[in-house]
């Protein structure tokens, strides 16, 4: 009989590169956006400017935006080559949570496990977004595979815990909350009734691999500020927990919560024991809970909670779902698991329309970029000066529009620049305010200028546009897309 890893692997393999194929489709559509600017901006800049950048924010992003200089510089910095990366991710993600399934029940309920994470929405939404999400899931996924794989073993090698524990390490200076994983598989060996020489190389290994990263930690900690606006966003209510967390549409929370209520109820049937083997519920329920719970405390206390942050604790939910659909599977019709493929059809026609949707032009937070570039690649002639909206948060300003995509405003004057991204001790440009580019002269003997504004909750700021007026421009054009506003104001008397 073939070894277990000779009959998963290949299929595992196989599952890891369809889902990369799949998630990688239509990713180069949508425009970028504010966070997507951020890492494309510090990856693209100079390797020391980037440490610099770091010693004053996003230092939590640090690993991430070095290993995206190191791809960029090889790849380039296109929208699909930024958000490549990610749909790798979520492939090799999808990869291991077969060789979890076939681990905890068959290889059947492997590859289903597979499919749903490939295609549950929170992961096909990371696996088209250029930040480091999607290598969150996966990392999260191998550390709860590399204990299935030690409580699978009667005497595990010290390596799996080494593995465990550079992993970890690894995983939480990439995104400092999937450091949680380490309680929620303290979790999974309590149930599991494991003896002291387990307990003692999982504490061993967890203490060290979280050492490793508290520098990062405490760096982060005092810039905590830099996300201070996430307080008044307004992430922490049902819908944000129950759908957008983990299915983004309505439709899948109600399919997706009734497949987890049928799996836990399965579960409970059994009567199950602490010190009963490891199955799919006893390991996805702390992955889910435990992590959940401790970030919405910290929310009460630090107001820093957005759906993207339990990007992390997706696979286990995929691991749910599976579970949900196979306790489904046992209700037959001349054999025919009847309710299990119904559940499966619904799944799909709610999946396939929310992957689509993240592929759409404005699917990036209404992000218009794309469209800001064509418009003045069309429009704009040789001399024409342009100005962007500076009123708004950094992640929101459309001069992004022209930082990430500099080749089609190559005919304007960049008017309000003050100091590059690239020179810059923030991730993005800093500029002036029209006022004061028409007070510095930079405005001189220039006739046309357009004007790049953000629209905020359907409201486009006036911010400059008296000063234009009075330094004698008038409008001409104007064009609303969808987040930016675009006029053309030509001097009155040239």
Excluded at 22 to 45: C, F, H, K, M, Y
Excluded at 115 to 138: G, I, N, W
Excluded at 184 to 212: E, H, K, N, Q, Y
Excluded at 355 to 368: F, I, L
């Amino acid at each position: 009989m073939r070894s277990f890893a000779a009959r998963v692997a290949p299929t595992a393999i196989v599952m890891a590169l369809i889902a990369t194929v799949v998630n990688a489709l239509g990713s180069w559509i949508p425009s970028l956006w504010g966070d997507e600017a951020a890492t494309q901006l510090s990856a693209t800049r100079p390797f020391s400017s980037l440490i610099a950048m770091l010693g004053t924010i996003d230092i939590v992003h640090g690993v991430n935006y070095a290993m995206m200089h190191l791809w960029v510089s090889v790849a380039g910095s296109s929208p699909f080559a930024l958000r490549f990366p990610s749909a790798v991710a979520i492939g090799l993600c999808a990869g291991v949570m077969v060789w979890i399934g076939a681990r905890l029940r068959s290889l059947r309920f492997g590859i289903l496990v597979g499919v749903l994470t490939a295609f549950l929405p929170r992961l096909s939404h990371a696996a088209v977004e250029a930040r480091a999400y999607a290598f969150d899931a996966l990392f999260a996924a191998m550390l709860m595979g590399i204990v299935v794989e030690v409580l699978r073993r009667r005497h595990p090698s010290h390596w799996w815990w080494a593995a465990y524990g550079a992993m970890l390490a690894v995983s939480t200076t990439t995104f400092l909350y999937v450091g949680l994983m380490a309680i929620a598989i303290g979790a999974v060996l309590w149930w599991r009734r494991v003896d002291r020489r387990t307990w003692m190389g999982w504490a061993v290994s967890s203490i060290l691999g979280l050492l490793f990263a508290s520098p990062v930690a405490w760096i982060a900690l005092h810039q905590r500020g830099q996300i201070a606006f996430l307080a008044t966003a307004g992430h922490t209510n049902s819908h944000a927990i129950l759908v957008e967390m983990w299915f983004v549409v309505d439709a899948y929370a109600w399919i997706g919560w009734a497949l987890i209520l049928i799996a836990v109820v399965g579960w409970t049937r059994t009567r199950p024991r602490r010190g009963s083997s490891i199955d799919a519920v006893s390991i996805a329920a702390p992955w889910v809970v435990i992590p959940l719970a401790l970030v919405l405390v910290s929310d009460a206390v630090h107001h820093d909670y957005t759906p993207r942050y339990l990007t992390f604790a997706a696979p286990a939910i995929a691991l749910l779902l599976a579970t949900g659909i196979a306790e489904l599977a046992r209700l037959r019709v001349r054999r025919i698991p009847v309710a299990a493929l119904c559940a499966a059809v619904l799944i799909a026609s709610v999946a396939v329309p929310v992957w689509v949707g993240q592929r759409g032009p404005w699917s990036k937070r209404g992000s218009d970029w794309n469209d800001v570039a064509a418009l003045i690649a069309e429009r704009a002639r040789t001399g024409d000066a342009i100005v962007f909206d500076e009123s708004v948060d950094p992640s929101w300003r459309p001069r992004l529009a022209l930082d990430t995509n500099p080749a089609p405003f190559a005919q304007v004057r960049d008017v309000q620049l003050v100091t590059p991204y690239w020179q810059s001790p923030t991730w993005h440009a800093e500029a002036r305010t029209t006022a004061e580019a028409i007070d510095a002269g930079a405005l001189d003997g220039v006739s046309r200028v357009w004007v790049v504004k953000a629209v905020v909750d359907g409201v486009v700021s006036t911010d400059g546009m008296a000063d234009l007026r009075a330094a004698g421009y008038e409008v001409v054009e104007h064009k609303r897309i969808n987040v930016s506003d675009v006029s053309l104001f030509v001097c009155s008397g040239g």
